[in-house]
């Protein structure tokens, strides 16, 4: 079993709609949970950093991490053709271990 | 803020070159790490280091070294570029759990 899971997509909504993003883990270790966002030719960009379980939300983004189920989330309200990237799910448990990441999740927001 | 600077945004390298990439980041971050992209397989470790002079191998460290004589610089070297290295290469630096990544750099090997 892949230590994370994320659905790859493409996944292609209507511009309003809400965006549901999820990805899956197995280690219990992970104590850190991130959501990057890469626009294309770009480098990945700190969206969203939780620790522990609940939710955390920005504006039209929340991050909601439920660890006793290993699965976390990103919603998008109101989405917008801006929020069209590769949305990639990231990983850390308490050592000083490198971040495991998902392998994305390609959005389109259709104006 | 952060800023992780990569050397090129694209180079074109032919088959048994050896390759230099760069990362420079400004924030005095002791952690740094580089990853590869591609299509299908997401982002992969390939090295990283903790500090100065000091190097561990990630998921994927074979064809590929590291140098890293100062703090804020990193590099990756390819000692002979093979095809299969065609990716999108992806140099980030850490502090405290928050990862900040260069804009990346495109390498095509022919």
């Known amino acids: 079993q892949k230590e994370v899971e994320q659905d790859p997509g493409p996944l292609s909504v209507p511009e309003g709609a809400i965006v549901s993003l999820n990805c899956t883990y197995s280690?219990?270790?992970?104590?850190?949970f991130m959501w990057y966002r890469q626009y294309s030719r770009k480098g990945p960009e700190l969206l969203m950093y939780t620790y522990s379980s609940g939710n955390k939300e920005d504006g039209r983004f929340t991050a909601q991490v439920d660890k006793s189920s290993k699965y976390i989330s990103l919603f998008i309200r109101d989405s917008q053709p801006s929020d069209s990237a590769t949305y990639l799910c990231?990983?850390?448990?308490?050592?000083?271990?490198?971040?495991?990441f998902g392998k994305g999740t390609r959005l389109s927001v259709i104006a | 803020d952060v800023k992780v600077t990569q050397s090129s945004r694209y180079l074109v390298k032919r088959t048994g070159e050896k390759v230099f990439l760069e990362c420079v980041q400004d924030?005095?971050?002791?952690?740094m790490f580089w990853y590869r992209q591609d299509p299908g397989l997401g982002l992969r470790l390939i090295y990283f280091?903790?500090?100065?002079?000091?190097?561990e191998k990630g998921d994927i460290p074979e064809g590929y070294s590291v140098s890293r004589e100062k703090k804020e610089r990193f590099s990756l070297i390819l000692e002979s570029a093979s095809t299969n290295q065609t990716s999108m290469y992806l140099c980030a630096s850490r502090t405290t759990g928050l990862y900040t990544f260069g804009s990346g750099t495109r390498l095509t090997v022919v």
């Open positions: 990231a990983l850390e448990n308490s050592g000083n271990t490198p971040l495991v």
């Open positions: 924030m005095d971050h002791e952690n």
């Open positions: 280091s903790y500090d100065v002079k000091m190097k």
């Open positions: 280690n219990s270790a992970f104590q850190y």
